[in-house]
């Protein structure tokens, strides 16, 4: 079993938080006892409404000898800490995130939208509803009561 260097991942946490922070993006650094040290980036666009449910977890790792910022699985989820654009490949893949989370809302809440309004409507012959007001471009959601 090997020994986890916690100063050195908290630094460099601490240090990639300082240049997100620069680049405008909002973050946590967790140092829980007997836990793997952690940055957190919230996920939705307006905290201001409530709690934000969905975090960005980003872990500071050593692979041999070279530290490395990971914030999922893969080797597109990877970059080095030492790298000089580490910080803005990072803000890059949490943008996309919640670029991302935003449109499954968007689709979610239209979809809720459009089964309120065939829950309305007579179950007297088969109805196509197809309603597109407010919902992602391209996505067109239909119902068919029966």
Not at 17 to 32: M, N, T, Y
Not at 94 to 110: C, D, F, K, L
């Amino acid at each position: 079993m090997r020994m986890r260097d916690v100063g050195a991942e908290a630094g460099h946490l601490i240090r990639l938080a300082g240049e997100l922070h620069d680049l405008g993006l909002d973050s946590v650094v967790r140092l829980p006892p007997h836990h793997e040290p952690s940055m957190e980036i919230s996920l939705a666009d307006d905290t201001a409404t409530g709690p934000a449910m969905a975090r960005m977890r980003i872990t500071a790792t050593r692979r041999r000898r070279t530290w490395m910022f990971a914030w999922g699985r893969g080797r597109r989820r990877r970059v080095l800490a030492t790298a000089p654009d580490a910080a803005r490949r990072i803000a890059a893949a949490v943008h996309a995130t919640r670029t991302a989370h935003a449109a499954q809302r968007a689709v979610a809440a239209e979809a809720a939208q459009v089964a309120r309004a065939a829950k309305s409507l007579p179950d007297a012959g088969d109805v196509q509803i197809a309603h597109t007001a407010q919902a992602v471009p391209g996505v067109r959601v239909f119902w068919r009561a029966r």
